[in-house]
């Protein structure tokens, strides 16, 4: 038994040592992000005219325009800094945890915390967390690919090094740590690598090229306006100013910010419901998904795996009381109605529970109320083996005491078997678990005797029972690896465990939900049929006698029926990481956007294959993790649906955005080219025009970020991802609102030119349209929408009408944008 550091020892190596962490560049300084506004195009040609006008000596427009200038840039500088802030805070919140030995007791630690000396236990999909060297290992391979950019595994045995962010492929040991953060060999690569630039998603590039047709299409009318208005004899100076204010009123060059920062503050609040965003794409990428592939262990059930049966090969039946990982319980004989207390040597029983407990890389930690319940370090069903022998009374140490494990056979997806090779004082056995169907193969049997262990699978899976086979062979000498692959046959079978993992009861309407919403949950498990269709009968996602496919049947199947049962079948069972991969295949083949869900390191290809990937926070490995796009913290499938609602509320908030954008911006436009071209002095002064811009389009655009969800949000189908930001409805009602807020302005303005000055004609213009475009942010936002439910977007109103009334009110204010 490995006893470790001691917690006091350890506290003076982490002051000794530092953190477990490696180098990572500083964030941008602030003054890099503020002249970082300054790239915009539109910026730039705003300066070159602020620039024109001082030469010519207009300084006050050249004031204004510099002024305004730096307001848009002070508040796009500070929406990123938020926006940066708020995305280094949610990649925090995932915080990587290994299994440590300290004291003689097994813990999960935050990696950082980790210290020379300390003694991990890895396992199949681990990233190894510093470097060291094993002290144990049971068939360990290694991608090194992180260091070297060699994928072939590697295998390791004892006094073997390894580094840190290289992945246990399978297998497991015990490594003691040698070097820690920077000291490892990834932390000095690390110290000379340029930290890898924020992609762009692919709504904000879809935006950007969205942006850019814009502009070309504006720049083309700005210089057909100046044109016509040189023909008509006015000054060259005001109609290049008109025509570059123009162009800035109607290109939405605020909208990137927008994206971010709806993005970052949805993100936010997906972690809130414990979805913690690793890409922000992902964020809006949500709101397509059309279908869930779920695993059901954890997601859909409660992953709180209990021993409810056991059945030996001899007849002999028992019942297993107590709920999760507590050994408060009782091992009842069926038929002979008494508790199991004692169990001599010679026991099938005991032997059955010998093998659950030495076939298997589960330990448990005890939690701290007498040492009656416990916490699962590890898979959960085999934490459940472990947690019968301590109702039993049989102390796992002394088994692993008398019995020495000699080799061990990891879990293999096509046999759905493991097995070990272990020796005490008398002889070496082979012991086996797996799936029963795959391991009658295996044993010697007759055919009545397969199918009676067939009808007693079938009877467990019917009571939503998750069932192992348990088997053994006596060997005559020592073996190794290669032996114990070659002696994975003629094995004795001894009988069978019914674990049961109680469904979420949030589940039932969780999937109701989602159905509403036009997404479809299929369930992809390793379980056998029967479990897997009763566990769904009682979740609602299927009906009774509804079709369940294998994965042995999916292998069988043709691409013309595979693409067949996609669409009809909602369970899919004994289905592989590679059949869960074929799967999601088929559906994005067909068009679909695919979500799926995963945890082991041979999800990772399907994961990152998905639209959105989503991994589990507690039972996910690193792996797994790392090819994800979302990390779910509580395993939960309601915490996913919660967040495509999320998703979808992101994107309609964008969308709004853009709508009230170009419906304002369109009518500033359509109010100068039409007192243009009917030959009435321009209605906007280009300070008019950049004034409109800060206070319109700034401010309720990112108050928009933060609107409630639309009531019928999730009675909507999925957007089809191919279609563009705005619809054809979208684009017929911009062109309305602008075509509207300019005829009712350039009806009023033309009305003022007749009994006002022209400089009080344009103020009582300038200060209707902001009126007008206040009104249009509540017509975007909808019927369905309250008035008063977005306090941001009141204050947002507020202060660009008392801006207003300001101007109206205060003489040097008028003047000035009267002039």
């Known amino acids: 038994m490995y006893q470790g550091l001691s917690e006091q020892e350890a506290e003076v190596r982490l002051k000794q040592y530092g953190l477990n962490e490696i180098p990572q560049k500083p964030p941008a300084p602030w003054w890099q992000i503020f002249l970082h506004q300054y790239k915009d195009i539109v910026i730039i040609i705003l300066l070159i005219a602020a620039l024109i006008s001082l030469l010519i000596d207009e300084k006050i427009n050249s004031l204004f325009i510099f002024l305004t200038v730096f307001l848009n840039s002070l508040l796009g500088f500070y929406q990123e800094l938020k926006a940066q802030k708020d995305i280094r805070s949610l990649k925090n919140m995932i915080t990587s945890e290994c299994r440590v030995i300290r004291s003689g007791r097994e813990f999960f630690l935050p990696t950082k915390f980790l210290v020379c000396g300390d003694l991990v236990n890895l396992g199949s999909g681990d990233k190894i967390p510093a470097d060291g060297f094993l002290l144990a290992s049971n068939n360990i391979l290694v991608n090194e690919a992180a260091l070297t950019g060699e994928s072939l595994p590697i295998n390791k045995t004892v006094k073997n090094e390894v580094y840190l962010a290289t992945t246990v492929l399978s297998g497991h040991g015990i490594m003691q740590v040698t070097s820690v953060g920077s000291g490892t060999k990834f932390g000095n690569i690390a110290k000379n690598i340029i930290e890898i630039q924020d992609e762009e998603t692919p709504l904000e590039e879809k935006i950007a090229r969205f942006g850019k047709v814009i502009g070309s299409v504006i720049f083309w009318v700005a210089v057909f306006l100046f044109s016509i208005g040189i023909v008509q004899g006015r000054r060259f100076y005001d109609m290049f100013l008109q025509s570059v204010s123009l162009a800035v009123a109607v290109i939405p060059e605020g909208l990137p910010t927008v994206i971010t920062i709806t993005l970052a503050i949805g993100a936010q609040r997906m972690a809130k419901q414990k979805a913690i965003i690793r890409k922000l794409s992902a964020t809006e990428g949500l709101g397509s998904v059309q279908i869930i592939c779920t695993d059901k262990t954890g997601t859909l059930t409660k992953n709180e795996m209990t021993v409810k049966k056991i059945w030996l090969f001899d007849g002999e039946e028992f019942e297993v009381t107590g709920t999760g990982y507590s050994a408060r319980g009782e091992v009842v004989n069926k038929s002979k109605k008494y508790e199991v207390k004692d169990i001599n040597s010679k026991d099938r029983l005991k032997k059955l529970v010998e093998i659950g407990v030495l076939c298997n890389t589960a330990s448990l930690a005890i939690k701290e109320d007498g040492g009656m319940e416990y916490d699962v370090l590890g898979d959960t069903t085999e934490g459940s083996l472990l947690v019968l022998a301590k109702k039993l009374g049989i102390s796992i140490e002394e088994v692993k005491e008398d019995f020495k494990i000699i080799d061990e056979s990891s879990f293999d997806a096509q046999k759905m078997m493991m097995s070990v090779l272990v020796e005490d004082h008398r002889q070496s056995c082979l012991m086996a678990k797996g799936a029963p169907e795959k391991m009658i193969e295996s044993c010697i049997l007759a055919d009545f005797q397969k199918r009676l262990i067939l009808e007693k699978v079938n009877e467990m899976g019917n009571e939503g029972l998750r069932v192992l086979g348990i088997a053994y062979k006596n060997l005559k000498g020592p073996g190794s690896l290669k032996d114990l692959k070659e002696e994975e046959n003629n094995l004795v079978f001894l009988g069978l465990v019914g674990i049961y993992d ?318």
Request: aromatic fraction near 8%.
């Open 502 to 819: 109680p469904p979420r009861t949030e589940v039932l309407d969780t999937i109701l939900v989602a159905r509403k919403a036009g997404i479809r949950t299929v369930m992809l498990t390793g379980d056998n049929a029967v479990t897997a269709l009763k566990i769904s009968e009682e979740i609602g996602l299927v009906e009774k006698g509804d079709e369940v496919v294998t994965g042995e049947q999916l292998n069988s199947y043709s691409d013309e029926i595979l693409n067949q049962k996609i669409e009809t079948v909602n369970v899919f069972a004994r289905v592989s990481p590679v059949e869960k991969y074929k799967i999601v295949a088929a559906y994005q083949k067909k068009g679909y956007v695919v979500a799926v869900t995963g945890d082991g390191v041979n999800d990772a290809p399907a994961l990152k294959m998905a639209d959105v990937g989503v991994s589990m926070g507690k039972t996910g490995t690193d792996v797994a993790k790392e090819a994800s796009d979302i990390v779910i913290t509580d395993d939960n499938f309601q915490t996913i649906v919660l967040a495509v609602e999320e998703g979808r509320i992101i994107y309609d908030n964008i969308v709004k955005a853009i709508k009230f954008l170009l419906s304002s911006n369109l009518g500033e436009t359509l109010i100068v080219a039409f007192s243009l071209l009917l030959g009435w002095p321009i209605a906007l002064i280009p300070k008019q025009i950049l004034w409109i811009n800060v206070v319109t389009d700034s401010l309720p655009a990112l108050a928009m970020a933060i609107d409630p969800k639309d009531p019928d949000v999730m009675s909507k189908i999925p957007r089809d991802k191919n279609i563009s930001i705005l619809k054809t409805s979208d684009w017929k009602g911009i062109a309305a609102i602008g075509l509207i807020q300019a005829a009712i302005t350039l009806f009023f303005y033309g009305l003022a030119i007749r009994i006002l000055e022209i400089e009080y004609a344009r103020l009582f213009t300038f200060s209707l349209l902001v009126f007008i475009e206040m009104m249009v942010v509540y017509i975007i936002r909808g019927k369905k929408q309250k008035m008063f439910n977005n306090r941001m977007l009141i204050l947002a109103v507020l202060v660009a009408i008392l801006s207003q009334v300001f101007i109206l009110l205060i003489p040097q204010a008028r003047e000035f944008f009267s002039g």
